[in-house]
């Protein structure tokens, strides 16, 4: 009873300091900030959400945590598929969805954006001075910044563009104890001090909360074309894969299985040929005669694959069609069943690999298996489907999950390439890291939060 009292007390002093309506305590307002779109089963109740409006109404939440050892996690738009915003019992949330401040510098070619603030603002703002920001995860248009710079996330353009981290210039970070750190800035270089925005970019809320970043634009990507290519299986796909990144780089190289695309075309039909065992998007946005050459080597590469049809357009919305199709692949197979988000990738030369290695644990733990893929990066998304309300399911499903990440590792690959650990992938890292990386990363962990407040229970 006494304990109970002293939470009652801690909470009621948190929402003293706080401006009225920043934090949340009503179960009922709370529960849309439990989970994230992982839906792993992982999530805890929060004593409260602090539904933040700036940097220093975070500092103060953290102070309070960091007095009362209460844990908090760093919550963005919530689309996560690993469980890593996931509520802990007994902790606070601070939800950063109302920090979505966003200016963009034209003439250093950054904007510089709040962590609320959804990728496809940036893009838009970026865009009206005739910039662009390039990492592009298929869910663009609902997740948050400060939950791609927590992931690192990629998306589709980073064959040829990169992921969040090459695009990061400074970054403002409240550590564990309340102190706001300010890195980098609006220069192009700077090597002063030791690389920590790195360390940051990709750490899950693990290290410190992200307030602030200043992000690099480039100019507007040109107009390019693309190519659409139909094979019987996707270990055909996955070679001729092989054979164009051996070539060139694309500017977007996307796979999508045979089951994918029957979940899509069930879902809200894009007009994909349903028979087709795979499904290769390819585009090229190299100017001039340079992008028809490219396009020519891509065909080239998926005839000699055995595609079964490749077809191309240089019509933006006719494209935008088949993009659309690759981008709701998640949502499409959701309506299979329950699913188990993976994230494995490998290097370019094992994906044929990595391919058939997914179809046989598929057969073995008797679950379906939708697999999308990055595929120029050799990262692949394995949608375990399966049954929530048979045990024997759940049962398979989990065994699957596990057996492919084990193959991903055992094929020199990674069990995450961006949407990070969290808590799904949790107990399958140190097979990866190995057991001196772990204690780094641990150490790195100790230094940076020594009461372990920051998001216990994600990653390490």
């Keep these: 009873m006494e304990a109970d009292n002293a939470v009652v007390a801690a909470v009621r002093e948190l929402v003293d300091i706080l401006p009225a309506g920043v934090v949340v305590t009503g179960a009922a ?7 994230d779109f992982a839906h792993d089963g992982s999530a805890g109740s929060p004593l409260a959400v602090v539904r933040a409006e700036d940097a220093t109404q975070v500092q103060k939440a953290v102070r309070w945590a960091a007095r009362h050892r209460i844990p908090v996690v760093p919550r963005g738009a919530g689309t996560g598929l690993s469980g890593g915003s996931s509520a802990v019992d007994g902790g606070i949330t601070i939800s950063l969805d109302r920090m979505r401040s ?18 496809a603002e940036v893009k838009h703002a970026a865009a009206e001075h005739g910039l662009w920001y390039p990492p592009d995860p298929s869910s663009y248009e609902i997740c948050s910044i400060g939950g791609n710079l927590a992931t690192n996330a990629g998306g589709l353009c980073c064959v040829k563009y990169g992921v969040t981290t090459d695009y990061v210039l400074g970054m403002d970070v409240v550590l564990a104890d309340g102190t706001l750190v300010r890195m980098g800035g609006k220069q192009i270089k700077d090597v002063a001090g030791l690389s920590l925005m790195k360390l940051f970019v990709g750490s899950e809320g693990t290290l410190g909360v992200i307030t602030r970043a200043v992000l690099r634009l480039i100019p507007a990507q040109l107009a390019g074309a693309t190519l659409v290519a139909s094979f019987p299986s996707m270990t055909d796909a996955s070679r001729a894969v092989v ?3 051996g070539r060139i780089r694309c500017s977007m190289l996307e796979l999508m299985d045979g089951v994918t695309i029957k979940a899509v075309e069930d879902w809200r039909s894009h007009g994909l040929d349903r028979s087709a065992g795979a499904l290769l998007i390819a585009q090229s946005d190299a100017p001039g005669q340079a992008c028809a050459g ?3 080597v891509i065909r080239a590469c998926c005839e000699a694959a055995g595609a079964a049809e490749v077809f191309t357009t240089t019509d933006q919305e006719e494209a935008a069609l088949f993009v659309a199709a690759r981008r709701n692949a998640f949502l499409a197979v959701e309506q299979r069943g329950s699913v188990l988000f993976e994230d494995v990738g490998v290097p370019i030369p094992q994906l044929p690999d990595l391919v058939d290695g997914i179809a046989r644990i598929a057969e073995d733990c008797g679950v379906e298996i939708a697999l999308v893929a990055h595929a120029g990066d050799g990262n692949t998304h394995p949608l375990v489907v399966y049954d929530a309300s048979d045990p024997a399911s759940v049962a398979g499903a989990r065994r699957a999950f596990d ?6 590792i055992g094929l020199g690959g990674t069990i995450t390439g961006e949407h990070g650990v969290g808590r799904a992938k949790k107990a399958s890292l140190p097979d990866q890291l190995g057991p001196d990386l772990m204690a780094l990363n641990r150490r790195i962990k100790q230094a940076l939060d020594p009461d372990g407040i920051l998001n216990p229970g994600a990653v390490l």
Aim: net charge negative; glycine share 6%.
């Design 29 to 35: 307002e709370m529960e849309k900030y439990r989970e």
């Design 294 to 296: 490219e396009v020519e």
């Design 403 to 408: 057996g492919v990440m084990a193959l991903a």
């Design 243 to 245: 054979a164009i990144r």
């Design 102 to 119: 966003i200016t963009v510098d034209p003439a250093s070619q950054v904007a510089v954006v709040e962590p609320g603030a959804l990728n």
